[in-house]
């Protein structure tokens, strides 16, 4: 089956540090998005991309930035990782010509912040 | 504020019994609501809900949604140990917006 793969798998970082993480599709989807989870709040989304020259920020942007490098890689930097981005990062796609809505997720990055 | 709330957050019971969890949302220019179940690490996708009292069934799991009064519920008859998992009830609004609720831990004792 097409897959949405995240690397790395697990991250242990120090505070003030630059990670990226990174993900890539073979599913041909246009649309890719970076979500965080984190114990009791649920997912929410950092970034998304609709196309290659697209990027748009989510709901907690903050202290993240992303690069779409092609349809099918999109990255996520912690430019200065702080202990309170500790958390499990993932990485979806969505289809528009079946509305969009539905999410494939890869199997996410648990980063930790020390 | 647009907001998805899931109930119970979590919910231990034996295998065989039936469990119905609970998705209410109040989501600006709602288009669908979205269950998935989450394992392990990825949230795998169950079911799309678009239209009020279609009943979505694949298996022991059926889903539905009512559109007037704002909420979805999702069945599991004769659960098994391996529907134990985090269930998520997501819900599209407009343009991207998709607000996740927290999600249901549901555990099956064996």
């Known amino acids: 089956d097409a897959d949405v793969t995240q690397t790395p798998r697990n991250r242990i970082t120090k505070t003030g540090k630059r990670i990226m993480l990174e993900c890539s599709q073979t599913?041909?989807?246009?649309?890719m998005y970076w979500y965080r989870q984190d114990p009791g709040l649920g997912l929410r989304l950092i970034y998304y991309?609709?196309?290659?020259?697209?990027?748009n920020k989510g709901e907690i942007s903050d202290g993240y930035s992303v690069s779409r490098q092609a349809q099918a890689k999109f990255s996520l930097s912690l430019e200065s990782a702080i202990p309170n981005q500790t958390a499990l990062y993932f990485c979806?796609?969505?289809?528009?010509?079946?509305?969009?809505?539905?999410?494939?997720f890869g199997s996410g990055t648990q980063l930790s912040v020390l | 504020e647009d907001k998805v709330v899931q109930s119970p957050l979590s919910l231990v019971v034996h295998e065989g019994d039936t469990v119905t969890l609970n998705c209410s949302y109040e989501?600006?220019?709602?288009?669908?609501l979205l269950w998935y179940k989450q394992e392990k690490k990825a949230p795998t996708f169950l079911f799309m809900l678009?239209?009020?009292?279609i009943e979505k069934k694949s298996g022991r799991l059926s889903s539905i949604l009512d559109k007037k009064e704002l909420f979805s519920i999702l069945n599991i008859t004769a659960t098994q140990t391996g529907d134990s998992a985090i269930y998520l009830c997501?819900?599209?609004?407009?343009?991207?917006?998709?607000?996740f609720g927290k999600g249901t831990r549901l555990h099956i004792l064996p």
């Open positions: 989501v600006t220019n709602f288009r669908s």
């Open positions: 979806a796609t969505s289809d528009p010509g079946t509305g969009g809505e539905k999410l494939f």
């Open positions: 678009t239209s009020s009292g």
């Open positions: 991309s609709f196309d290659v020259k697209d990027i």
């Open positions: 997501a819900v599209w609004g407009l343009f991207v917006k998709i607000i």
């Open positions: 599913k041909g989807h246009d649309r």
